[in-house]
Nanobody, 122 residues
Framework: QVQLVESGGGLVQAGGSLRLSCAAS????????MGWFRQAPGKEREFVGS????????HYTDSVKGRFTISRNNAKNTVSLQMNSLKPEDTAVYYC???????????????WGQGTQVTVSS
């Protein structure tokens, strides 16, 4: 059974930083692409960033480029999202997701974590 568990969310002031982590189990982690997505109240879930199985390629949505960084540790079955220079509009529930093939599309991902809340105060 695939399990993805996010952690690291919380309340932070604008301009601050948070590091989200996602621990994976029940899958051969090193063969899966991983994605981070977020969903704000009243909005659809949206793509934040993704990373290939070996970490060689990453993509980010335009609004987080230069502020967010995805990394992974295949030895520890974890993927992280370092978020710097946070803005109030980054407030959302953040989810990690796993997929065998690399994709930036929300609907393509089969496995999801339960999400972690990130709140950025102005």
């Amino acid at each position: 059974q695939v399990q993805l568990v996010e952690s690291g969310g919380g309340l932070v002031q604008a301009g601050g930083s948070l590091r989200l982590s996602c621990a994976a189990s029940g899958l051969t982690f090193s063969t899966y692409a991983m994605g981070w997505f977020r969903q704000a109240p009243g909005k659809e879930r949206e793509f934040v960033g993704s990373i290939t199985w070996n970490g060689g390629i990453t993509h980010y949505t335009d609004s987080v480029k230069g502020r967010f960084t995805i990394s992974r540790n295949n030895a520890k079955n974890t993927v992280s999202l370092q978020m710097n220079s946070l803005k109030p509009e980054d407030t959302a529930v953040y989810y990690c997701a796993a997929r065998r093939s690399y994709s930036l599309v929300v609907q393509d991902y089969a496995y999801w974590g339960q999400g972690t809340q990130v709140t950025v105060s102005s």
